[in-house]
């Protein structure tokens, strides 16, 4: 069984600085899936980033880039330039290809990540 | 364009009841998912609905089942409810040629049992 975990239940970055999300993730499959999703107070969840695993290059959005280091199973969130809407609860999540397309994620824990002034 | 709607928002039940929850699709949006996020936990795959069959179930009992309408629109029911049922559920479609594991999320309905 797959399972993700996020060791930092909280975090704190003052505004414009860098912070960084740690994840972890435990499968024996070799084609998956990563992503990172945010979850703000109005609790509406949204695709932040995702990387496929079998892709070597780590994905970049705007801000946000991820740390994929396949052989150790982590997959870090950076974000660059903190504002205080990333204001939110930051969930990482995991998807085996073999599920298809049926919508099956595994979510860890979360991190809440508040941005300070 | 109108995004994942939910109702109710907040409800109440007492143990041993039913509940049914529901879910409005994101207009285009032909698969829906169910998720249960448990207070302080990560959301946890209930199951999901295709052209109106289940594609897929998590580790859930047979109390907890769905229907999916011709609209897309959904619904979830949970049958002789458990304290532990307490929790945000939410919904979440997505579209024929999403992204692989792009949901659209709802704002969830918060279930308390007592």
């Known amino acids: 069984a797959q399972t993700v975990t996020q060791s930092q239940p909280e975090m704190s970055v003052q505004e414009a600085e860098t912070v960084t999300l740690s994840c972890t993730y435990d499968?024996?499959?070799?084609?998956?899936?990563l992503f990172w999703y945010k979850q703000p107070p109005s609790r509406q969840m949204i695709l932040v980033i995702r990387?496929?695993?079998?892709?070597?290059q780590n994905a970049t959005e705007n801000r946000f880039s991820v740390n994929f280091q396949k052989a150790a199973k982590s997959f870090s969130l950076k974000i660059s330039d903190s504002q205080l809407g990333d204001t939110a609860m930051y969930f990482c999540a995991f998807m085996s290809a073999r599920s298809g397309n049926t919508g099956k994620l595994i979510f860890g824990q979360g991190t809440t990540l508040q941005v300070k002034p | 364009e109108t995004g994942v709607t939910q109702s109710p928002t907040h409800l109440i039940k007492t143990r041993g009841q039913q509940v049914t929850l529901r879910c409005s699709s994101q207009?285009?949006?032909?698969?829906v998912s169910w998720y249960q996020q448990a207070l302080g936990q990560g959301p946890q795959f209930i199951f999901q609905?295709?052209?109106?069959?289940?594609?897929g179930r998590g580790n859930f009992p047979p109390r907890f089942s769905g229907l999916q309408f011709p609209n897309y629109s959904s619904e979830l029911n949970v049958n002789a409810l458990e304290l532990d049922d307490s929790a945000l559920y939410l919904c979440a479609s997505s579209p024929p040629d999403s992204g692989v594991g792009e949901l659209f999320f709802g704002e969830g309905s918060r279930l308390t049992v007592l």
């Open positions: 609905y295709y052209r109106e069959e289940e594609n």
């Open positions: 207009s285009g949006h032909n698969t």
């Open positions: 990387q496929e695993a079998y892709k070597q």
């Open positions: 499968t024996s499959e070799s084609n998956y899936y």
